[in-house]
């Protein structure tokens, strides 16, 4: 990632993480089910794909979800890669 890019905000009201770049924005959402967590959809536009910025949203949703002692599920495809 690039020094353009901000740091990522966890919007909890939202129910997401997220990464503004260039104006753009890529995140993460989840659904809290309980004691579970659902990464449900990951999303990055078009313009800033190849990057990595996927991977850094998903990475630092399962960091937070686990540190909180969530279960960690994920119905996104992509998410679901990352899931141990």
């Given at each position: 990632?690039?020094?353009?890019?901000?740091?990522?905000?966890?919007?909890?009201?939202?129910q997401?993480?997220?990464?503004?770049?260039?104006?753009?924005?890529?995140?993460?959402?989840?659904?809290?089910?309980?004691?579970?967590?659902?990464?449900?959809?990951?999303?990055?536009?078009?313009?800033?794909?190849?990057?990595?910025?996927?991977?850094?949203?998903?990475r630092?949703?399962?960091?937070?979800?686990?540190?909180?002692?969530?279960?960690?599920?994920?119905?996104?495809?992509?998410?679901?890669?990352?899931?141990?």
């Open positions: 990632m690039s020094e353009q890019e901000s740091t990522i905000v966890h919007q909890p009201e939202e997401r993480f997220l990464l503004v770049t260039d104006g753009l924005k890529s995140v993460v959402d989840y659904r809290l089910i309980g004691n579970s967590v659902d990464f449900s959809h990951t999303y990055v536009p078009d313009a800033l794909r190849g990057r990595g910025i996927a991977e850094v949203l998903v630092t949703g399962l960091s937070w979800a686990k540190g909180e002692g969530y279960d960690v599920r994920a119905s996104c495809w992509y998410a679901r890669k990352f899931i141990r």
